[in-house]
């Protein structure tokens, strides 16, 4: 069956625009989440989604990241006026969403701001 | 707060030898931890994991334990081959949050062979 799949796989946008992250999780998967990978850092959470419940935004290091999931599919990632230290490898992941689950990431996309 | 934490960021490991991987955390509420390998552009992919239940789990080459009363881990590859070479991550859910996982910093494994 297919994986978790991400679009773009690269970005490269200038500093102020701003960018929309595709993700498709697993088929079933109820849970997704957000990450991303700043260089020579370790991944941090984001962003997380479980069925029809409220997202938990923890993670969102500013306001100018916002995320929607439609249902039990697609979500999308947005971060306006990007500046440079967006630039980061942003992760996908699903999971079945039970208790503890093991989770399935995508390849990521590369955002580079200039 | 860095509650996972790698601390070998790198590691050389002749082919055929054992690869050593150590994990430490701080919260003691962590009970499960799994390990992921990730190749350059690609995303991380699951390897193994472990509840805190057991002190060991096993898949073919990889092993791994896990040691509560220190809150260490560690993963043990072996025989190492030179696919192995990659960075890994050890990581731990948050239940009381969704289960949004806690990584380590990753180790890089480069397998000479």
């Known amino acids: 069956g297919a994986g978790v799949s991400q679009s773009p796989s690269n970005k490269v946008t200038e500093k102020g625009k701003d960018v929309e992250l595709r993700c498709d999780p697993i088929?079933?998967?109820?849970?997704l989440y957000w990450y991303r990978q700043r260089l020579g850092q370790g991944l941090e959470f984001l962003i997380y989604?479980?069925?029809?419940?409220?997202?938990?935004k923890s993670g969102l290091p500013s306001d100018r990241f916002s995320a929607e999931r439609t249902g039990e599919s697609v979500s999308t990632l947005t971060i306006q006026r990007t500046q440079q230290e967006d630039s980061a490898v942003y992760l996908c992941?699903?999971?079945?969403?039970?208790?503890?689950?093991?989770?399935?990431f995508g390849p990521g996309t590369r955002l580079t701001v200039l | 707060d860095q509650q996972v934490k790698q601390n070998s960021p790198s590691l050389s490991v002749q082919e055929g030898r054992i690869s050593i991987l150590n994990c430490d955390y701080t919260?003691?509420?962590?009970?499960?931890f799994l390990w992921y390998k990730k190749y350059p552009a690609e995303g991380p992919t699951f390897l193994i994991s472990?509840?805190?239940?057991?002190d060991k789990n096993e898949d073919g080459r990889f092993t791994v334990f896990l040691n509560k009363s220190a809150k260490h881990l560690s993963l043990h590859i072996v025989p190492s081959q030179p696919g192995d070479s990659a960075v890994y991550f050890c990581?731990?859910?948050?239940?009381?949050?969704?289960?949004?996982?806690?990584f380590g910093g990753g180790t890089r494994v480069l397998v000479k062979p």
């Open positions: 992941a699903s999971s079945r969403g039970l208790a503890v689950d093991t989770q399935y």
């Open positions: 088929s079933g998967h109820t849970a």
């Open positions: 472990i509840s805190s239940i057991k």
């Open positions: 919260n003691s509420m962590f009970d499960y």
């Open positions: 990581a731990s859910p948050i239940k009381a949050a969704g289960n949004k996982l806690t």
């Open positions: 989604f479980q069925g029809n419940s409220a997202p938990d």
